[in-house]
């Protein structure tokens, strides 16, 4: 795999956007994790439609350390845990920023798709 390959002069490598590689990546951290290797990887652990996504519930499996960071709910201030898209695409990868996805505490994530 080239990241092995690209990794081996490297002590620590850093990956972000990994909900975005394929399952390979598990794979690949691993291999270079027991090489002596230091992975620090970063990622959405769910989709916009809180589901787990990609990679990242296997990576976080495997990890020795996991810390889960948050943004700030747009709607209340609160931490905010899940990305709500505002938009009807249905695609999992929709490209876009703030025209298309907020972050949003648990109570204003779910408002408007209980009802």
Known sequence: HELHELAKSYRVIGIDEAQFIDNEIIEVVNKLANQGHRIIIAGLDKDYASRP?????????????????????????????????????????????KDKYQARCRQHYYENKIK
């Open 53 to 97: 996504f990609g990679a990242m519930p296997a990576l976080i499996a495997q990890a020795e350390f996991v810390t889960k960071l948050h943004a700030i709910c747009e709607v209340c201030g609160q931490i905010a845990s899940f990305t709500y898209r505002s938009n009807a695409d249905n695609d999992l990868v929709s490209l876009g920023a």
